[in-house]
């Protein structure tokens, strides 16, 4: 697979996903907020895999450890090397 350098190869969300949040019967900021929330639950089941305990066992302070040490990555070794390539 051919990828640009600002493009993810992470999804957090799938064409097929995407379409189905498209057809349901939701105004546009639920629609948007149905997306957060299911991006947000790809980027959870990351960061418990990371510390090897289950979704519900994740601390604040484990989510808020994870996000600190990603945007370091980025800073220090580039967008392509953090998980989130934003």
Known sequence: MDVSPNQST????TLEESAKIDAALLSSPEKFLTRLTISSLRIL???AQEYEVKIE???TQQVIAWFE?????????GVETAYLKW
Do not use: G, P, S, V
């Open 10 to 13: 992470t999804q957090f969300l």
């Open 69 to 77: 040490k990603d945007a370091k990555i980025r800073r220090q070794e």
């Open 57 to 59: 066992d994740l601390t």
């Open 45 to 47: 089941q990351h960061i």
